[in-house]
């Protein structure tokens, strides 16, 4: 377990996310925080893609690369 440190601003801000979310925590709140915003950038790049119309074989790569990407500690 490790301690964060927030502006009073922001952790009002969570904790009304946290309950928006139904979180038990505000670990749990973070964490559906944090898969909400890779979904939103794989979204991003899926559209990306289609919009530049790539080949295939091309969009595997990208999602390739996109998967690498996740998977860095730090991105």
Not at 14 to 19: I, P
Not at 44 to 68: D, G, Q
Request: proline letters at 1%; aromatic letters at 10%.
């Amino acid at each position: 377990m490790k301690v964060i440190s927030i502006r009073d601003e922001t952790y009002v801000k969570l904790k009304k996310v946290k309950n928006i979310l139904k979180a038990e925590s505000f670990g749990e709140a973070i964490e559906k925080l944090i898969e909400a915003f890779y979904e939103k950038r794989r979204h991003y790049f899926l559209e990306l893609i289609e919009r530049t119309r790539l080949p295939e074989e091309e969009v595997e790569k990208v999602e390739k690369a996109i998967k690498e990407i996740e998977e860095r500690e730090w991105w």
